[in-house]
């Protein structure tokens, strides 16, 4: 089994930072891609930030919202991702749940997997 499990969210003032990791343990075999989505009571969740196979440049996206404070980072070795959130502001505030899509040891296809979430919460 593969298990996605985050960490790093909590309490800050508008204008601070927060990092939030993610790392999928068990049988991962190979990940094609990692999302941070962000969810608030009463909305869609919505996608943040998504980093490909390879990590170039041209292999992530942002949501308009987040572009120029968000930046989602992969380290492949451990099948961990990260997301690092600088200028953050009170509209930010949600519970971020990691996704990855993952080929496991003995699969033959790859998966969707989510975290439990993690809370953020942006106020003074």
């Known amino acids: 089994q593969v298990q996605l499990v985050e960490s790093g969210g909590g309490l800050v003032q508008p204008g601070g930072s927060l990092k939030l990791s993610c790392t999928a343990s068990?049988?991962?075999?190979?990940?094609?891609?990692m999302d941070w989505y962000r969810q608030v009571p009463g909305k869609e969740r919505e996608l943040v930030a998504r980093?490909?196979?390879?990590?170039?440049?041209?292999?992530?996206r942002y949501a308009d919202s987040v572009k120029g404070r968000f930046a989602i980072a992969r380290e492949s070795a451990d099948n961990t991702g990260y997301l690092e959130m600088n200028n953050l502001k009170p509209e930010d505030t949600a519970v971020y749940y990691c996704h990855a899509e993952i080929l496991t040891t003995t699969g033959s296809n790859y998966d969707d997997y989510w975290g439990q979430g993690t809370q953020v919460t942006v106020s003074s």
């Open positions: 980093i490909v196979q390879g990590g170039s440049p041209s292999s992530i």
């Open positions: 068990g049988n991962v075999y190979s990940i094609f891609a």
